[in-house]
């Protein structure tokens, strides 16, 4: 069973994720996963937190910028696997808009994240994230 301030607390991490990569703050991403985590894209797979981080800043190096992006998480299930380890899954709006105004919106993908969260010392962090347009919509899980 997780309890409401864990819950919370990994709720969070998912939206931390989503600011952090949003605004281009992409240490503030990596400072999110752990020594020894796994970051798996159908654009590439990192691993190791120098990994992770040098992934993120190549992504954002190719960012336009009169071109905001937008990762919203939604429908976030939570099953744990130990007292310090929660499976997660969560599926993922991803929209590109324009700065000017009027904004223009363009969606441009929904995936779903397969993530193992981990307990640590400065609270949870990613033991692995893997983000997936094709995987199956499957609760095996979480029942």
Known sequence: MID???RLAIHELLARYC????SARGELCAALF????????P???AEGKAAIQAWIDERLALRQPEIQV???VLTILLAPLDSD????RSTLLYTWE????PREVDVKSTVIYEDVVRRTPEGWRFASRKCDTQLPLDD????
């Open 70 to 72: 937008r990762h919203a």
């Open 19 to 22: 600011h952090s990569i949003d």
């Open 140 to 143: 095996v899980y979480f029942r």
């Open 4 to 6: 409401e301030a864990d």
């Open 98 to 101: 324009t700065r000017e105004i």
């Open 34 to 41: 752990t020594e020894d985590a796994t970051l798996e894209t």
């Open 85 to 88: 380890r929660v499976r997660v």
């Open 43 to 45: 654009v590439g797979v």
